[in-house]
C-alpha cells in the first residue's frame, strides 16, 4: 500500500473515533457538555488538559527547534513544564474557589471594573491570536506533507478545516474526545521515538537513551549518544549541542516568560474553574503535568536522536569520507523522505559545486573554511531544513514501518487542529460573550451573540491564515512570543488579585495596559509590526535588540513593569473597598466553595 | 462575648492557614527556581564536573530533571495543602 494511502487510513481512523466519542458523550447529557470537567476524576481532568495544551508548537515544532540548537532550547522544555508549578501554587485553587468561568470575569469582579474586564478580553484576543499565527504554521506544515502538495496551499485548507472543526465546536468541552486525542497524540509522540532509541541506543525508553551508549558501531566501541553527536556536529563546523551558546541573561528571561505565560493563559486557567473541588485543582495541575511530561521528556531524545540520524544520512561515509551523492538521494529507499518534503518547499538541496554529492555543513563557521576550499565545497548544500518538518518526518528519516507514519501524521493534526480551533472559540467567545454581550450591547439576542462569535472567529482564522503564510519564526517561536503576551498582562493581574488586597481597579487596569503595550511594542520592534517583514526597526537577534533582550524573552520584563506599574499606582490611589477585601479572604479558603456558576 | 471571642479565634486562624500557605509555596518556588534557573542555567559550570550520560549535571537538570522536580513539587503543594485545609478546618465539605 501507498504511504498515502497508510496516512489517509490513520487520519481518518482517527477523526471517526474523536467524532464517535463526540456524538456519544453528547447524547449521554446536555449539562455535562457545558461543564466540561464537573464531575470528572482529577486523572481525567488532568489529560484532556494535556490534550488541549500540546498543540503544533509542543508537537510538530519544539523538538525540531531542540535539535538544531541543543541546549540552549531547554528554555522550551523548561518553560512550558515550570509554568505549572505556578499555576498549581498561584492560581488554580483560588480562582477555582471564586467560582467563575473565564478569566475576565475574574479580573472585572475582583478589580470593580468593567474597563478592567475589557482590558483583559483585549489581553487574551492579542496573546490568543498571535498564538493562533503559530498554530497555522503547524497546520501548514501538516497538511502540506499530510497531502504532499505545498507549504502553503496546505496552510490554505487547514485554514478552512480549522476553521469548520472550530465552529462544529471544535469538540472541546467533551473531555473525553479530549481523552482520546491525548491518546493518540501521545503514541504518535512516544511510539517512534522508543523504535529509534532501540536503533541507536538498544534502550526501550527514549529519555533514557538520550544518556545512553550508542550501540557499538565496529572500531568506534560504545560512545554516549551524547558525545557522539557533538563529535559530529562540530566536525562539521556547527555549534557543540550540549554547551551553552547564548547568554545566561536571555536564556533565564526567556524560560521566566514561557513559564509566567503558561500560568497566564486563558484556555489553560479555563480548565481549573470547572473540577469539582478546590483539592481537585490542586491535583489537576499536577495530572496535567505528568501527562504533559511524557511527551516532554521524551522531546529532547526526539531532537538529539533526529540530528543525529539526519547528520549520518548526509555523511554515510562518516564525516571524514565522502558525503551522499545526488544520485543516491534520488533513488535510494532510505532518502524517499527528502523527496517526499521536497514537494511541500520546506526541505531542499543544490549541487553548488557540480561534484554530483551534497556537502552539509556551517559554512558560516571559520573553522571549515580552510576545508572547504581544500575540498572544492562552495557552501553548504541541504540548502533549506525547516525545523518545523523534523517530527513529523522523523519516523521517515529512521525507516520506521509505514503504519509509524501514518500514525504520526494522524497526531500531528489531532495537535494543530485541536488547539487551533480551542483558541478559535477562547476568542470568539471572548469577542461575543465578554466584549459585546457582557459590555457593549448588553441586550443582544442569544442568536446574534451566536452569530457575532462565527463572525469573531472567521477573522481571527482570516488574520492568523494571512500572518501565517509569513510567519514570524518557526511554529513555537511564534507561539513563544504569544506566551510573553499573556505574561506581561494576564498573569501579574490573577496573581496581583489573589495575593494582595491592595492593588484597586486604577492600578490593575494601569499594569495590564503598560505590560501589554511594552511587550507589544518590543515584539513589533523586532519582528514588524503587526509581524509584516522588513518593517521592524531592530534585527531580531541579542547583539542587535534593543535592550540585548531577544523578543521572545521580553515577556517576562513586561510582566515585572506590569507588577510595578500596578504596585505604584494603587498605592497613589484610593485603597480598595472592603468588600473587595473580603472576596479575597474568600477565595483565599476553600471551604464553602460550591460549584462553578453561570452568570 | 463567646461569640466575640469565636470570631478573633476564626479570624486569627485564617491568618494562620494564609500564612502557612505562603510559607508553603516560598519553600516550593525558591525549590522550583533553583532546579530550573539555577542548575539548568546559572549554577551549571559548577555542576559541571559532575559527569552523567555522556554530559553534565545542568545539561540533564535543563533538558529532564527540572521537569521531574516539577511534578514533585505540585504534588507534595497539593498533599501539603489538602492537610493544612484540614488542620484549620477549612476544607471543603
Not at chain 1, 477555582?96 to 478589580?111: A, L, N, P, Q
Amino acid at each position: 500500500m501507498e504511504q498515502f494511502t497508510i496516512n489517509l487510513l490513520f487520519v481518518g481512523a482517527s477523526f471517526a473515533l474523536y467524532i464517535g466519542i463526540a456524538i456519544w458523550a453528547r447524547a449521554g447529557s446536555t449539562s455535562e457538555f457545558y461543564a466540561a470537567g464537573r464531575g470528572v476524576h482529577p486523572v481525567t481532568n488532568g489529560m484532556a488538559t494535556a490534550a488541549d495544551w500540546m498543540s503544533a508548537a509542543s508537537f510538530i515544532s519544539m523538538a525540531g527547534l531542540i535539535a538544531f540548537t541543543g541546549y540552549d532550547n531547554s528554555s522550551y522544555l523548561m518553560g512550558w513544564t515550570g509554568g505549572y508549578v505556578l499555576l498549581a501554587l498561584l492560581l488554580a485553587p483560588y480562582l477555582r474557589k471564586f467560582g467563575k468561568f473565564t478569566v475576565s470575569e475574574f479580573i472585572g469582579d475582583r478589580f470593580y471594573s468593567p474597563t478592567a474586564r475589557m482590558v483583559a478580553v483585549l489581553c487574551l484576543i492579542v496573546a490568543s491570536t498571535t498564538y493562533v499565527i503559530g498554530q497555522m504554521t503547524g497546520v501548514g506544515v501538516a497538511f502540506g506533507r499530510f497531502l504532499e502538495i505545498s507549504n502553503t496551499a496546505g496552510l490554505l485548507i487547514g485554514a478552512c478545516v480549522v476553521f469548520a472543526y472550530a465552529v462544529f465546536g471544535g469538540m472541546k468541552g467533551v473531555t473525553y474526545t479530549q481523552v482520546a486525542q491525548y491518546v493518540v497524540l501521545i503514541m504518535a509522540y512516544t511510539i517512534p521515538a522508543v523504535f529509534i532509541s532501540l536503533q541507536l541506543t538498544g534502550t526501550p525508553i527514549p529519555a533514557l537513551g538520550l544518556f545512553s551508549e550508542t550501540v557499538s558501531t565496529g572500531a568506534e566501541g560504545n560512545v554516549y549518544l551524547l558525545t557522539k553527536l557533538d563529535q559530529i556536529v562540530t566536525d562539521l563546523g556547527f555549534a557543540s549541542y550540549t554547551e551553552a551558546h547564548k547568554d545566561n541573561l536571555n536564556m533565564v528571561l526567556f524560560t521566566l516568560s514561557l513559564m509566567i505565560g503558561t500560568a497566564g493563559l486563558p484556555h489553560v486557567i479555563m480548565r481549573f474553574f470547572t473540577v469539582p473541588k478546590v483539592s481537585d485543582a490542586r491535583w489537576s495541575a499536577g495530572w496535567a503535568l505528568v501527562f504533559i511530561a511524557l511527551l516532554y521528556l521524551t522531546a529532547p531524545a526526539v531532537g538529539a536522536m533526529a540530528r543525529l540520524n539526519i547528520t549520518e544520512l548526509m555523511w554515510p561515509n562518516g564525516t571524514s569520507g565522502d558525503p551522499v551523492s545526488v544520485q543516491m538521494i534520488e533513488t535510494a529507499p532510505e532518502y524517499d523522505w527528502m523527496l517526499t518534503w521536497q514537494k511541500t518547499g520546506l526541505l531542499d538541496w543544490e549541487d553548488k559545486n557540480g561534484d554530483g554529492m551534497i556537502q552539509y555543513y556551517n559554512d558560516a563557521s571559520d573553522t571549515m573554511a580552510a576545508t572547504a576550499a581544500a575540498n572544492g565545497w562552495e557552501g553548504n548544500e541541504l540548502t533549506n531544513f525547516n525545523r518545523d518538518i523534523l517530527v513529523l518526518a522523523n519516523p521517515e528519516i529512521a525507516s520506521l514501518p509505514s503504519w509509524v507514519i501514518g500514525l504520526v501524521a494522524a497526531g500531528g493534526l489531532a495537535a494543530a487542529l485541536s488547539t487551533a480551533a480551542g483558541l478559535l472559540l477562547a476568542i470568539s467567545s471572548a469577542v461575543s460573550h465578554d466584549l459585546l454581550k457582557g459590555q457593549l450591547t448588553p441586550n443582544m439576542s442569544e442568536k446574534a451573540e451566536l452569530m457575532s462569535a462565527r463572525v469573531a472567529m472567521a477573522v481571527a482564522i482570516a488574520v492568523a491564515t494571512v500572518l501565517g503564510l509569513n510567519p514570524p519564526g518557526f511554529a513555537a517561536q511564534t507561539v513563544a512570543l504569544a506566551f510573553g503576551l499573556a505574561a506581561a498582562s494576564i498573569f501579574p493581574a490573577l496573581m496581583m488579585g489573589i495575593f494582595s488586597k491592595r492593588i484597586n481597579n486604577v492600578g490593575a487596569v494601569a499594569g495590564m495596559l503598560s505590560g501589554l503595550i511594552f511587550t507589544l511594542v518590543y515584539i513589533f520592534l523586532h519582528k514588524g509590526w503587526l509581524f509584516i517583514a522588513g518593517t521592524n526597526s531592530f534585527p531580531d537577534t541579542v547583539d542587535g535588540s534593543m535592550f540585548g533582550i531577544q523578543s521572545t524573552a521580553i515577556g517576562a520584563v513586561g510582566a515585572l513593569i506590569n507588577f510595578a506599574v500596578a504596585y505604584g499606582v494603587s498605592m497613589m490611589t484610593k485603597d480598595t473597598p472592603q468588600e473587595i477585601k473580603d472576596l479575597v479572604e474568600s477565595v483565599r479558603i476553600p471551604a464553602g466553595a460550591g460549584g462553578a456558576v453561570d452568570h | 462575648m463567646a461569640e466575640q471571642a469565636r470570631y478573633v479565634k476564626a479570624e486569627k486562624d485564617g491568618a494562620g492557614y494564609w500564612s502557612a500557605n505562603v510559607r508553603i509555596i516560598l519553600v516550593s518556588l525558591v525549590i522550583w527556581a533553583l532546579v530550573s534557573f539555577g542548575f539548568g542555567i546559572l549554577l551549571r559550570p559548577m555542576l559541571s564536573g559532575i559527569e552523567i550520560g555522556g554530559t553534565d549535571l545542568g545539561f540533564w537538570f535543563a533538558q529532564q530533571g527540572s521537569i521531574l522536580v516539577f511534578l514533585a513539587l505540585i504534588f507534595f503543594y497539593a498533599w501539603r495543602m489538602n492537610k493544612l485545609d484540614r488542620e484549620y478546618g477549612v476544607e471543603e465539605d
